[in-house]
């Protein structure tokens, strides 16, 4: 592999497209590679989007808790496809090179998702905070035009948030190495690149950026300390573990996403680990995609049914439903 595309300006090298990582160069295992993301692409795409089906379509989960499911699993849908697709491609056609231009919006749409799901993340623990210890108020504060509100506000945070990260990463040319040791261009590497002047800027944003994150964070425990506490307080078994099973999915979400994007961001690269770098990075960029359809949809009640009711629809015609419903009367009047 060639790793010298650069532009030469006096005594310095401009990069003009980056060299992402190759994971093997056996050339079966990256196939087996393409083939493995391939099929966790292909089931978080379907599970996020039946989530999304099965929420627009039944008119019982147009409530607020679910309207943010929603948004967080066309969120997912795509954040995964940011990066896995063209890991995929570079390992079927042996082409590890990303364009400058390429780069950047990578990492746009990259640092606005993940933004935006930790906004979103937020927003859905303070619906269940107030769903769980103030639910006479439940209907008053949590509006419908007061959830479209959030949701939008997380969605433009994290553009902006973005914005800012990318437009200060790009404003001045790259320098060194082009190779990034990483399967998609994520800050830190690219950082390592870059000159000092966007390379201070960066770090006050991000030292910014973290301590949002943690005032996030303490919100959340806040929150989910009120919740627990209001949880053990219910007579009823059957009314705690409902209360539970609603709120523990997003804490783990949650604490999976940020805490290993944190240690990623603020701690120190490893280029002699690709695998390390590999496994760190597929915990925020493809576990949370793949695994909230999971956690949130599969052990949800009405999810399940009107999946169920979806399934009905589309695979069974309808002459044969008319058929089973007339059976159906038959039965019933004898």
């Known amino acids: 592999m060639n790793y010298s595309t650069q532009a030469f300006m006096g005594n310095f090298s401009i990069i003009m497209e980056f060299f992402l990582m190759e994971y093997s160069s056996i050339r079966e295992l990256q196939v087996l590679h393409a083939m493995l993301f391939l099929l966790i692409y292909i089931a978080a795409v379907i599970g996020n989007f039946l989530t999304i089906a099965a ?40 082409n590890q090179t990303i364009s400058l231009h390429g780069c950047a919006v990578q990492i746009f749409f990259f640092s606005f998702l993940a933004a935006t799901e930790i906004a979103l993340l937020v927003a859905m623990s303070y619906d269940r905070f107030v769903a769980i210890c103030q639910p006479l108020h ?25 914005a800012l990260h990318t437009g200060n990463m790009f404003r001045l040319p790259f320098s060194g190495s082009n190779v990034i040791h990483q399967f998609f261009c994520d800050i830190p590497h690219i950082l390592k690149v870059s000159c000092s002047e966007v390379r201070n800027t960066e ?35 059957e009314g705690r573990y409902k209360a539970l099973s609603t709120c523990s999915p997003q804490l783990i979400i949650f604490f999976l996403f940020v805490l290993t994007g944190m240690v990623t961001v603020l701690g120190p690269l490893s280029d002699a680990s690709p695998i390390q770098n590999l496994l760190i990075s597929m915990t925020y960029t493809i ?47 004898h």
């Open 203 to 237: 770090y006050v944003l991000l030292a910014t950026s973290s301590t949002i994150v943690l005032f996030c964070f303490g919100f959340l425990i806040i929150s989910y300390t009120y919740i627990f506490s209001t949880v053990l307080k219910m007579p009823a078994v």
């Open 138 to 162: 439940y209907g008053v504060i949590m509006t419908p035009a007061r959830c479209i509100w959030v949701a939008t506000s997380s969605w433009l945070t994290g553009c902006v948030y973005s």
């Open 287 to 333: 576990l949370p995609p793949f695994m909230n359809p999971i956690i949130y949809s599969l052990r949800n009640t009405k999810i399940k049914t009107a999946l169920c009711r979806i399934i009905k629809i589309v695979f069974v015609p309808r002459r044969k439903c008319h058929v089973l419903r007339i059976l159906k009367c038959k039965i019933i009047h």
């Open 55 to 94: 929420i627009v379509t039944d008119a019982h989960l147009h409530s607020p808790m679910y309207f943010f499911l929603s948004n967080l699993s066309l969120l997912d849908i795509s954040y995964i496809s940011v990066t896995l697709p063209k890991f995929i491609v570079s390992s079927l056609t042996h």
